[in-house]
């Protein structure tokens, strides 16, 4: 059986779409208990930086030729890899937002602690201002559409830098390109940036 870890990320964002959109807050407290579980699962794999170590089971994140079996390029060890690292912070950040409206305040704050700290350090490992990109780890050896998508909608740049970052990724030939399926995330963070 081959599970897919980062799924369970986007799920979270499902919860905070439904908790968003519908007036069903029972709903969302019943899940909420699922939504601990999987950012705990996530906390025993990050380092003291926050970034995560190697993951384990597939860790798809879009069908992209230069990617093996759709996962984003990380270090030797598979450690450190920043889709995987961004869309953590995004998973933290939507349950910040749910456990500070239905839940827990003190869960909202470490889950917003956790984002922050995150975003920092991929800012500092993975940005390199000479390509104005972040890269796909913190080696810089690889760079793509999907990294510059999920740092946009992360929030982790200034927000300044976020038309600058998208108009690369919609030009730079360079980047491993998005499959039809991740574009959607493109659209969203092209909104972002307020290119919509």
Same mark, same amino acid.
Request: glycine share 6%; net charge negative.
């Given at each position: ?6 799924? $369970? +990320? ?12 519908? !007036? !069903? ?5 019943? &899940?909420?208990?699922?939504?601990? #579980? &999987? ?11 926050? $970034? ?17 079996? @759709?996962?984003?390029?990380?270090? *030797? ?8 690292? +961004?869309?953590?912070?995004? %998973?933290?950040?939507?349950? %910040?937002?749910?456990?500070? #409206?239905?839940?827990?305040? *003190? ?12 975003? $920092?350090?991929?800012? /500092?490992?993975?940005?390199? %201002? ?5 890269? !796909? ?13 999920? #740092?946009?909608? #992360?929030? &982790? ?5 976020? @038309?600058?970052?998208?108009?690369? &990724?919609?030009? !730079?030939?360079?980047? /491993? ?10 659209? /969203?963070? +092209? ?6």
């Amino acid at each position: 059986q081959q599970y897919i870890p980062p799924f $369970s +990320l986007w799920w979270i964002g499902m919860v905070h779409d439904y908790w968003m959109y519908v !007036d !069903d807050p029972a709903f969302v407290k019943h &899940v909420m208990p699922g939504v601990r #579980a &999987v950012l705990a699962f996530y906390a025993g794999y990050q380092r003291d930086n926050g $970034s995560l170590k190697r993951m384990p089971w597939w860790n798809f994140v879009d069908w992209v030729k230069q990617w093996t079996n @759709g996962e984003s390029p990380a270090e *030797a060890d598979g450690s450190s890899a920043t889709a995987l690292d +961004l869309q953590l912070v995004l %998973a933290y950040q939507w349950a %910040a937002d749910i456990e500070k #409206a239905l839940g827990s305040g *003190a869960l909202a704050a470490e889950y917003q602690s956790a984002a922050d700290k995150l975003k $920092s350090t991929v800012l /500092a490992t993975d940005w390199d %201002a000479a390509r104005g990109l972040f890269a !796909d780890q913190p080696s810089h050896r690889t760079y793509s559409q999907q990294t510059n998508t999920l #740092a946009v909608l #992360a929030r &982790v740049q200034d927000r300044r830098q976020n @038309g600058s970052i998208m108009q690369r &990724v919609l030009t !730079d030939a360079t980047l /491993a390109q998005s499959s039809i399926y991740f574009r959607a995330y493109t659209n /969203a963070a +092209l909104r972002e940036a307020g290119m919509g």
